[in-house]
């Protein structure tokens, strides 16, 4: 007689943190999340316990006495995603890419995918959102049916993890793309797709497949309204490195970053222009995010960012206007609104500059979002200038971080931020006066060093014939300012 199968059993999961309760209730008791109980049904299978005296399952080893782990990196052929990933995907590794829908994911892991044949490897594409059909399409958009990729591509219009699992095991891909893991179900469970048992197991058993046979594995992921990934927060704990696709979804500008790298740095990002061929690496990306005035406009600031190790110029739009009625507006986009509150109470208390009556809108242009305090002073010297209806110079960059009492704080990478200013035609660039040893390396460029925000905005809104004070020696700062 064939023993019982266990009984099946109701828990009420967290879609947010994936606490489990018994009893569905308006509010998860683990993160105080609103109506995020889902019932899940889950097979509870008993839990085997080996006997006492029995062998174990595996004997611990030296620390020393481990094998080396081979380092070889297969590159998906997207110098760019590449850069990200630290060298190209390790095998073994499982990958999760996540981004807003239509952003452009499903584009570049195909496009991933035709880099790894074009190196020698092969590929099995599961997809659970499309049939093959419309995966051909895409494929033709991009222009990859003239390629190696298409035979060595292969698709498999399958959901279920374990069938998949199993096609894996038997062609055995150099990697396997899975888009998505929202759309993954296990067997094993009798909860829908999407839900935070079906999301955990599917990760799972990838991750095991990933882990035994050397295959690369590459996750498609959702995000939320909020713009997180979906999921519980164990998928990006399973995973090896975690990256998300970013930009405006009706601009033309991409940015691949990376969230989590178990294998290289977090602090890369790579630049992407969506085309009708498919995503395309941006030759330039420090002069990508620059819009082109024919004449100086008051509000608009140049600052130079660093994006991991890589600096990126961004011009930043300031409008100021009085407020009809009502409480002034504070709207930002691509900056931080709690950045924008602070430079507006700073500027009003520390120089001068009242804005409380004024509505006031911030804009990065080119869809980039920046977070670092670097943009600090450009944002301040960009309300200001709109506010006074006064151009600041076009050559003229502007970088550093606020602080409550007006003052300016050095920033990290400073000197690589003037180098790149200085290879695309600025010729000015105020900067805050502390925080490093010696004179700046920025040939050809006019370091104007000063401490407080007030002292800044003199600077950059002085008339030009004030500029004559300035050194005439590039790369270092104006005498008495250092």
């Known amino acids: 007689m064939s023993p019982a199968r266990p009984r099946a059993e109701t828990r009420y999961v ?43 399952t595996a004997a611990p080893v030296a620390l020393g006495d481990v094998e080396e782990p081979e380092s ?38 195909l496009q991933a995918a035709a880099g790894v044949v074009a190196s020698g490897g092969d590929v099995l594409y599961a997809s659970g959102e499309e049939s093959p059909a419309q995966v051909r399409l895409r494929a033709a958009r991009l222009g990859l049916l003239a390629t190696a990729a298409a035979q060595r591509v292969r698709l498999l219009a399958e959901s279920e993890v374990g069938r998949i699992v ?58 939320t309204k909020d713009g997180t990934l979906a999921g519980p927060k164990t998928l990006e704990h399973l995973v090896d490195a975690v990256l998300t696709l970013e930009g405006e979804r009706y601009a033309a500008l991409r940015l691949l970053r990376t ?90 208390r520390r120089a001068g500059v009242g804005l409380g009556a004024h509505d006031v809108y911030a804009n990065l242009a080119g869809g980039l979002h920046v977070d670092e305090p670097a943009t600090d002073l450009a944002l301040a010297a960009a309300l200001a200038s709109s506010l006074r209806d006064r151009a600041i110079d076009r050559g003229t960059v502007a970088v550093g971080e606020v602080g409550l009492l007006g003052e300016l704080r050095p920033v990290a990478g400073l000197e690589r931020r003037l180098r790149e200013a200085a290879r695309l035609g600025f010729r000015r660039a105020v900067v805050p006066r502390g925080g490093r040893r010696g004179p700046l390396d920025a040939p050809g460029l006019e370091v104007v060093a000063v401490g407080s925000v007030r002292e800044a905005l003199d600077v950059l809104l002085a008339p030009g014939a004030d500029r004559a004070e300035a050194s005439s020696e590039p790369g270092r700062p104006r005498p008495g300012r250092a």
């Open 259 to 348: 969230v989590k790298n178990r294998f290289g740095s977090t602090d890369e990002v790579g630049v992407f222009e969506m085309r009708e061929d498919g995503l395309a690496e941006v030759a330039d990306p420090a002069r990508a995010f620059l819009a082109e005035h024919e004449a100086d406009a008051p509000g608009s600031v140049v600052v130079p960012t660093m994006e991991g190790t890589r600096p990126l110029l961004v011009e930043v739009q300031a409008l100021v206007a009085p407020a009809g009625y009502g409480s002034p507006r504070r709207t930002a986009a691509g900056l931080d609104p709690n950045r924008l509150a602070l430079l507006v109470a700073v500027l009003a």
């Open 166 to 223: 199993d096609a894996a095991r038997d062609s055995a891909p150099s990697v396997l793309v899975v888009d998505s893991i929202q759309t993954a179900t296990s067997d094993e469970l009798d909860g829908p797709a999407g839900s935070v048992g079906q999301v955990r197991q599917s990760a799972l058993r990838l991750t095991e497949l990933a882990k035994e046979g050397g295959t690369a594995v590459i996750l498609v992921g959702h995000v």
């Open 14 to 56: 967290c879609q947010s943190c994936a606490a489990e309760q018994l009893r569905w209730e308006g509010q998860c008791r683990a993160c105080a999340a609103c109506n995020s109980l889902v019932d899940t049904v889950e097979d509870r299978a008993p839990v085997r316990h080996r006997p006492a005296g029995g062998p174990a």
């Open 72 to 109: 070889a990196r297969r590159p998906v052929g997207i110098a760019e995603m590449d850069r990200v990933l630290g060298g190209g995907l390790v095998p073994g590794s499982v990958v999760l890419v996540g981004g807003e829908p239509g952003i452009g994911k499903s584009t570049l892991v």
